[in-house]
């Protein structure tokens, strides 16, 4: 598999294309699992091509089970549900749209090399706790200031963060300049430090929740201290579906 090159204005579409030496995935029919070719895949879904007598017996709108083979050997199968949203013949027989209907199952079962072939701009987001199991506290260091402010991190992926504010909260977050932000996750003994942008303030149920999201152009080793946190969130999205 390989990742294209990315259309900025279409980055939320963006699809992961499959030279099909690497990958496998199998659709559960009544008749039993038939093997198909996986022509892409993206966070949101993918498109397999099945023989024209497999995919006869299909209609939109149908739900599936795939299960998916990607990113070499040694790779866990990916189990996940979809839903047939496009039906279409090609010279292979018929290519099936799928739109996965359970990501976040699908997302706990990923070893890390296979993150990459899903689209990091729908990172998954979890929010993070620290040692003692206590919401997580990151510490802005904000320009021209002389101490960090520690706030309470709402959500956090390996692209971005968001945190708390109280209404009465006097910290003002610049919203064209980048900051430094640090913090520590639990069984990671380096401490992570990011510069980020920016990116919305919105008020929920009376408090201010503010998005930042990673300046991976500012940051140091920034590729390294995304993977670590991505390590994380999908650690921790294990344990809170465990819990559950």
Known sequence: MKLPNRNPDQRSTYRVRSAGDDSEVFVAFKSGPVKAVLDDLSARGCG???????????????????????GGKGMPQL?????????????????????????ERLYTQLKE??????????????PPADARGRPLRAHFHLPGADEARSVPVHDLSSSGLSVWLAPKNDVAFPK????????????????????????????????????FRIDMERTLNADSQAERILR?????????????
Do not use: C
């Not at 024209?52 to 998916?68: C, F, H």
């Not at 996750?185 to 408090?207: I, N, Q, S, W, Y």
């Open 48 to 70: 397999v091509i099945v023989g024209p007598e497999s995919g006869a017996t299909l209609s939109v709108d149908d739900e599936i089970v795939l299960r998916l083979l990607v």
């Open 79 to 103: 189990f996940v549900k979809g839903v047939v949203k496009g039906l279409r013949d090609v010279p292979e027989g018929v290519r099936i749209g799928v739109q996965f209907s359970d990501t």
């Open 113 to 126: 090399p296979q993150w990459r072939f899903f689209n990091r701009r729908q990172a998954f987001r979890v």
């Open 176 to 211: 064209r300049l980048p900051m430094r932000v640090a913090f520590n996750l639990p069984g990671d003994g380096e401490a992570f430090d990011l510069r980020v942008a920016f990116v919305h303030r919105t008020k929920v149920e009376g408090k201010f929740r503010v998005g």
């Open 232 to 244: 994380y969130v999908l650690e921790r999205q294990r344990q809170l579906l465990a819990a559950a």
